[in-house]
């Protein structure tokens, strides 16, 4: 019965975010009729010392980062740049190839240290004008967005700083550098599969005759053709963002070292702050101020007059995003305390192939958590023990189960209820019923690639 109690409460909230519905109200809906269906007095326990705690604690943590990447996509929208790149990129790609200038500059910001969640807010103004001069659906952006940020660049390529690259780390000591062979092979199957899916998606919306669409949310403001700035100049705060984010993460810890106390006279007691889980997002939030800097500098008399406005919106757009994902966060922690839940992690272990049981095992709790980041942590602090021992007897090296499980957290993490997923959506102006299913197939595509790398690591043995 507890099993049916988590899986009724994940459908009931895939369901609700399918269908357009607030998930900032039907998240916690969710969570705690699970609750009551399996404890009933414990909801208003659970409710405040679970859901809110996580909820607040994740804006607490990434709000500024959701306001920073808002306003700076918004400032390099009204400036002109996005739509200086695109012409620029019209001009020397061309116009059939649109999905790969998207993917390709999703996969440069994320795999330069940019979140995800800022690199949305940042490509958006350039994939919607790209998209809208090429005059294709609009209804593809999202896919192609999640195609560059939210695939090979966040967990299968080595190196990347990606949390989901960092957590394997702590649990089975290695580098983020783990199985580089496998984790290029990984990148390349998605990058080349996930390309295909989308120019035959838009192939097939030119035959159709469908073009990119009128009386969209969210449109992007344009900027006269004579007013365009430079190209250069235009790519010159992405640059700024990318190289800024690199060096702020090692600068961080040297300034401030492991803790940083600080004692002000209308304090009782210091204010000590741990520096390490705070560099990656201090460095993000310092690199985005930086960069939305250099757009009003460059670009001042642009801006000007629509700077009011314009940052209104962003905010309201910050807002809605960080606490979508926030209530997210929240459903995810009560489904994680849930008796069910205990029974899907046990009944996880018994698939007997180390590997497969691993990525299996991560890839479930990450769709039932609806977080790559967060259903990772819970698996690997449940079971990491059984999937080293298994790897050890297997004689299968930790780097190997190290680009499994990271891969494998960011395959069915995106189902309709993520908040990735959900923010990409508010962002781009559009609803599951128009965008989700092109979404879900880069999903699908993503979970294929985990077991094509188990696949290529037996026969070649490469890692």
């Known amino acids: 019965m507890s099993f049916v109690v988590v899986v009724a409460a994940l459908a009931f909230l895939m369901l609700a975010a399918y269908r357009g519905y607030s998930v900032i109200l039907f998240a916690p809906l969710a969570a705690l009729g699970a609750v009551l269906l399996t404890e009933p007095g414990a909801v208003a326990p659970v409710f405040s010392g679970i859901f809110m705690e996580k909820m607040v604690g994740f804006v607490k943590l990434y709000f500024p980062v959701f306001l920073l990447g808002a306003v700076f996509g918004k400032v390099v929208e009204m400036s002109g740049f996005s739509e200086s790149i695109v012409a620029a990129a019209i001009r020397y790609v061309g116009r059939t190839r649109v999905n790969a200038v998207i993917v390709l500059v999703c996969a440069l910001l994320t795999y330069g240290g940019v979140s995800l969640f800022v690199v949305v807010f940042a490509v958006y103004p350039f994939a919607a004008e790209l998209y809208r001069q090429s005059n294709i659906p609009k209804r593809l952006v999202p896919a192609a967005i999640a195609l560059g940020a939210f695939s090979f660049t966040m967990d299968a390529l080595p190196g990347t700083p990606q949390i989901q690259n960092i ?62 700035p430079h190209p250069l100049l235009a790519i010159l705060p992405l640059v700024v963002v990318g190289v800024a984010n690199f060096s702020f993460t090692r600068l961080i810890p040297q300034w401030y070292g492991s803790a940083y106390e600080v004692a002000l006279p209308g304090l009782a007691k210091p204010v000590t702050t741990q520096v390490a889980p705070m560099t990656a997002i201090w460095a993000v939030e310092a690199a985005l101020l930086l960069g939305i800097v250099v757009v009003l500098v460059s670009a001042f008399s642009a801006v000007r007059e629509r700077f009011a406005s314009g940052s209104k919106t962003a905010v309201s757009g910050a807002l809605l995003a960080s606490m979508n994902t926030a209530s997210e966060y929240g459903f995810g922690a009560v489904i994680a305390a849930l008796p069910g839940f205990l029974l899907v992690g046990q009944g996880l272990q018994s698939i007997p192939n180390p590997l497969v049981n691993a990525a299996v095992s991560v890839s479930s709790l990450a769709g039932i958590t609806g977080s790559a980041s967060g259903g990772m942590s819970i698996a690997l602090a449940a079971m990491s023990d059984v999937f080293v021992q298994a790897a050890h007897l297997a004689q299968i090296p930790l780097e190997v189960l190290h680009r499994v499980v990271a891969m494998a957290s960011g395959g069915m993490d995106t189902l309709p209820h993520n908040g990735a997923v959900i923010t990409l959506l508010a962002v781009c102006g559009l609803t599951h019923r128009q965008s989700y299913g092109d979404i879900f197939a880069v999903t699908m595509i993503k979970t294929l690639a985990v077991f094509f790398v188990i696949a290529v690591f037996y026969l070649t043995g490469l890692y």
């Open 167 to 228: 957590i394997p780390t702590t649990f089975f000591k290695t580098t983020t550098w783990a199985a580089p062979w496998l984790g290029t092979i990984g990148a390349l199957f998605i990058c080349a599969v996930g390309l295909c899916y989308l120019e035959w998606r838009r192939r097939a919306a030119e035959r159709a005759g469908e073009g990119y669409g009128d009386g969209h949310a969210n449109e992007p403001e344009r900027a006269e053709a004579r007013t365009l």
